[in-house]
């Protein structure tokens, strides 16, 4: 099993940039796909990025491409997003995921982070 704990979630404003963290305990870490999800205020969670096991390979939700870049560091069992160019429609809970199967596959992701804010203002 991993456990994941996110930060670096807060307040920004429209245009301003965040970059979160996702840290997992446990020896495995590089074994698991690592996604990103987000859940705004009424609406359903949302599969917005991932990468593979070994970071070669990473997908990237249309509404996020070009402005969001995920990336990990197997050697400090961490998963990180840089979010620039925010905009209010980014305003949400964001979770990191583990996925042990294929890392574009939202329904693979079973280990879940505690959720990190990210509000963005206009």
């Known amino acids: 099993q991993v456990q994941l704990v996110e930060s670096g979630g807060g307040l920004v404003q429209a245009g301003g940039s965040l970059r979160l963290s996702c840290a997992a305990s446990?020896?495995?870490?590089?074994?698991?796909?690592m996604g990103w999800f987000r859940q705004a205020p009424g609406k359903e969670r949302e599969f917005i990025v991932a990468?593979?096991?070994?970071?070669?390979?990473?997908y990237y939700v249309d509404s996020v491409k070009g402005r969001f870049t995920i990336s990990r560091d197997n050697a400090k069992n961490t998963v990180y997003l840089q979010m620039n160019s925010l905009k209010p429609e980014d305003t949400a809970v964001y979770y990191c995921?583990?996925?042990?199967?294929?890392?574009?596959?939202?329904?693979?992701?079973?280990?879940w982070g505690q959720g990190t804010q990210v509000t963005v203002s206009s």
């Open positions: 990468i593979s096991w070994s970071g070669v390979s990473t």
């Open positions: 446990g020896r495995t870490f590089s074994s698991y796909a």
């Open positions: 995921a583990a996925a042990l199967g294929r890392y574009t596959v939202p329904q693979n992701y079973n280990y």
